[in-house]
Antibody, heavy 120, light 106 residues
Framework: QVQLVQSGAEVKKPGASVKVSCKAS????????VHWVRQAPGQGLEWMGR????????ISAQKFQDRATMSSDTSISTAYMQLNRLTSDDTAVYYC?????????????WGQGTTVIVSS | SFELTQPPSVTVSPGQTAEITCSGD??????VYWYQQKPGQAPILVIH???ERPSGIPERFSGSTSGKTVTLTISGVRAEDEADYYC?????????FGGGTKLTVL
């Protein structure tokens, strides 16, 4: 079945980096963007950016342009999101989600989420 | 960038109709998508392109649009519909979520 499976929870110290992975299965990886969305405890959804897997093109929310790096490895149908210079404000659940490249649609399949805790 | 505004909360009784609005100046020119999120779970897409219902979503979920406001309507609300609901829209370079609406079924 179609699914996105994310890497496990992480605990990081302030100033460190975290890299979250998102492995796709059950569909053609290159036919969909991979978006990254985060949710701080008790807060709403926040879009971080997206990657086009087949060419590596990325678009990021202005807030994350200098700290977040999105990448993909099409050979293993996996997308990655690395966030640098972590602070306690980055404590959140990070989700990946797919969106079709060729037509308008919302995020129709989501990963299970990866909890990232930033604490000294 | 642009903003989407939702009411923080909506409360209905079982069997009633719930309406959750999403407003924004950009909305007449952009599609809106709606997501349902239950505690501890990833969001689920319940409406896309303003009014279309993805396969597997119950018919009681519908979407409508009027000018700068789009509305998610849940007819015959069930206890299982209690959740947070988020609208989302996008332009060429930015995807934005509304602040979310907590639907309480009392």
């Amino acid at each position: 079945q179609v699914q996105l499976v994310q890497s496990g929870a992480e605990v990081k110290k302030p100033g460190a980096s975290v890299k979250v992975s998102c492995k796709a299965s059950g569909y053609t990886f290159n036919d969909y963007y991979v978006h990254w969305v985060r949710q701080a405890p008790g807060q709403g959804l926040e879009w971080m950016g997206r990657i086009t897997p087949y060419n590596g093109a990325t678009i990021s929310a202005q807030k994350f342009q200098d700290r977040a790096t999105m990448s993909s490895d099409t050979s293993i149908s996996t997308a990655y999101m690395q966030l640098n210079r972590l602070t306690s404000d980055d404590t959140a659940v990070y989700y990946c989600a797919r969106v079709p490249v060729r037509y308008y649609s919302g995020m129709d399949v989501w990963g299970q989420g990866t909890t990232v805790i930033v604490s000294s | 960038s642009f903003e989407l505004t939702q009411p923080p909360s909506v409360t209905v009784s079982p069997g009633q109709t719930a309406e959750i609005t999403c407003s924004g100046d950009a909305l007449p020119n952009q599609y809106v998508y709606w997501y349902q999120q239950k505690p501890g779970q990833a969001p689920i897409l319940v409406i896309h392109k303003d009014t279309e219902r993805p396969s597997g979503i119950p018919e009681r979920f519908s979407g409508s649009t009027s000018g700068k406001t789009v509305t998610l309507t849940i007819s015959g609300v069930r206890a299982e519909d209690e959740a947070d609901y988020y609208c989302q829209s996008a332009d060429s370079s930015d995807w934005v979520f509304g602040g979310g609406t907590k639907l309480t079924v009392l």
